[in-house]
């Protein structure tokens, strides 16, 4: 087996890609893939996991892999190091074990021959098809072996805990699954989770060592000017024409422009008069919750808690609480379901509305909206809702259910509310919303704690890019000891560190430069034109020119393009 595992890296070394070929790299390309056994556009922490290793060096090919559906954050489509290979997911009705059977056998062909060399698999479990943690883990394992490449596995839950959600602890199929899990995660190379409760469990469970990766919320993520409020509305508004009557519509003059949160006016002087924007008087509060519809998600525990408030509201006038408009995002299975329930209630001063939104409105609408609610509950207790980091980048509090390691997000009465029961969930919806929007002294106290913890990391993300993807990944292979609090003054330095260490584990040159003691910068090795031959060893060190000088130095991180995101799960 050694001599096999031994041929096959070398026969990864030997195929080198036909793009490094013609700009004359010195060192073979590396290939990396993640794998995503899910619709790939709705795993956003994947997605960033793939940007920040093709940001690491331009000699590596980053193949995201899995399958076809949403779209994905624009940076995926705009890196040149980075090409998204999707599939179609087996949709017949098949027994279970049959279905798993045939998605072995699709992913045995995807990684041993569709995607060719490869020398690092990060694999996110649990896959979004939970049974298929079965068939993806063998195959990723396998493909790993056979190819000399490196298995990383990103820990986002536990696939058997949600498996005994709908089968039970005792079914056959959960503990073949808890068995695989157990097995391969011990298997891995590196193994990196979302959180500190995750990561003490796996090592005090199943004696498996993997390092926390707390997600963060991208760059589209924040607060949303009144402008962009007013424009969004305006295209959206016909999914929500069936709560034009939380406000009252007149004549409006020429001059006015309205939807159901903002009002828009420009003077009679001509087209070229400034239009101004304002909140709408006596506007609804907008409530916004996003939802998988699933069996560790309870969204009657939301309509309980909204039947009670309504009545607790029904005589109250808009001064003294004002008329809601809830907006529910998300896909799944029982979605239909609660339509149905949304369809029988008979709310006086809320009404539900079930949104489809493009990619790019999403993060628009949570900016927009007044509170967050999550309802996630996690199967396992050891995961967190990455939808309330969104909710935290645009500035929004949550009221969030709670379960045993939520602390490590939501802190009780700091950056949200934490409930338990439908009871506490329309007592908290009533003292947070009331006297809205002029007098909201607890919803405007969460909301500045959230800004103020924004204010201080944004300095730090500014010079950490890829810093904690590579730092979890270095740490979970013992490669290098980094500080884990971050540190905008010593950033550079840290991320030339990791990209280094990363880069000597997966034999590639990284795309960034060394920072002396005294401050000055140096590069490792001259950055070479993408269509220059590889140049030819001197013994002779030869002066560089003023311009060579120059590009070195400028090449201290990885050029990230303005229509980035900010550094989300792999990122900070």
């Keep these: 087996m050694a001599g096999s595992r031994s041929s096959a890296r070398s026969r990864v070394s030997a195929r080198p890609h036909s793009r490094a070929k013609k700009a004359g790299r010195a060192d073979p390309p590396r290939h990396a893939v993640v794998l995503v056994l899910g619709d790939v556009g709705r795993s956003p922490r994947m997605q960033y996991h793939a940007v920040s290793l093709a940001q690491l060096s331009p000699n590596l090919l980053v193949t995201l892999l899995g399958f076809a559906g949403e779209r994905c954050v624009p940076a995926v489509y705009a890196h040149r190091n980075l090409q998204l290979r999707t599939f179609s997911p087996v949709t017949q009705r098949l027994p279970r074990v049959l279905k798993a059977l045939v998605q072995l056998v699709q992913l045995l062909w995807l990684l041993l021959v569709a995607v060719g060399p490869v020398d690092l698999v990060l694999l996110q479990n649990p896959p979004t098809y939970v049974a298929g ?93 009144l402008e962009l409020q007013h424009e969004l509305f305006q295209r959206v508004g016909g999914q929500l024409a069936h709560c034009n009557d939380l406000v009252t519509w007149g004549q409006n003059p020429a001059n006015v422009e309205e939807t159901l949160l903002t009002r828009k006016t420009r003077g009679l002087g001509g087209k070229k008069t400034k239009r101004t924007v304002l909140p709408r008087e006596n506007r609804p509060a907008m409530i916004i919750s996003s939802t998988s519809w699933t069996a560790d998600e309870d969204f009657g525990v939301l309509l309980a808690a909204l039947e009670l408030l309504d009545r607790r509201t029904s005589t109250l006038s808009s001064a003294e609480f004002p008329n809601l408009l809830v907006v529910v995002t998300g896909k799944g299975p029982q979605k239909e379901m609660y339509l149905e329930k949304i369809r029988q209630l008979a709310f006086q001063r809320i009404r539900i509305a079930t949104m489809w939104l493009e990619a790019g409105d999403y993060p628009l609408v949570l900016g927009s909206a007044d509170l967050g609610v999550c309802l ?4 396992s207790g050891l995961d967190l809702p990455m939808k309330v980091l969104d909710m935290f980048g645009c500035g929004l509090p949550v009221c969030a259910v709670g379960f045993k390691c939520l602390d490590e997000l939501v802190q009780h009465d700091r950056n949200g509310l ?11 919806l009533f003292d947070l919303l009331e006297g809205f929007p002029a007098d909201t002294a607890q919803l405007n106290r969460l909301r500045a704690s959230l800004k103020s913890v924004e204010v201080r990391a944004r300095a730090g993300r500014r010079l950490l890019l890829a810093r904690a993807h590579l730092d979890a990944l270095l740490a979970s292979m013992n490669s290098v000891a980094l500080a884990r609090e971050l540190d905008p003054r010593g950033g550079a330095a840290l991320q030339e560190a990791a990209a280094a260490s990363l880069a000597t584990w997966l034999h590639i040159q990284p795309g960034f430069a060394k920072t002396q003691k005294n401050g000055s910068k140096a590069a490792s090795q001259k950055p070479k034109k993408p269509n220059a031959a590889a140049p030819k060893p001197k013994k002779k060190q030869q002066k560089k020119s003023p311009h060579q000088q120059q590009s070195v130095k400028k090449t201290v991180v990885v050029p990230v393009s303005k229509a980035a995101v900010r550094p989300h799960s792999s990122w900070l």
Aim: hydrophobic share 45%; charged share 15%.
């Design 376 to 379: 996630h509950t996690s199967s």
């Design 418 to 428: 934490v409930f338990e029961t439908p009871q506490q969930l329309a007592t908290q």
């Design 133 to 225: 943690v079965i068939p993806t883990f063998v195959v990723a394992w396998l493909c790993c072996r056979l190819k000399g490449a490196r298995f990383v596995i990103d820990w986002h839950n536990l696939g058997f805990s949600i498996l005994a959600l709908s089968l039970g602890a005792s079914h056959p199929f959960v503990k073949l699954a808890t068995w695989i899990e157990r097995v391969f995660g011990r298997k891995a190379d590196a193994n990196l989770c979302v959180t500190q409760a995750m990561q003490t469990w796996l090592q005090q469970t199943w004696q498996i060592r993997a390092t926390v990766l707390h997600d963060k919320p991208p760059l589209a993520f924040k607060p949303t000017s």
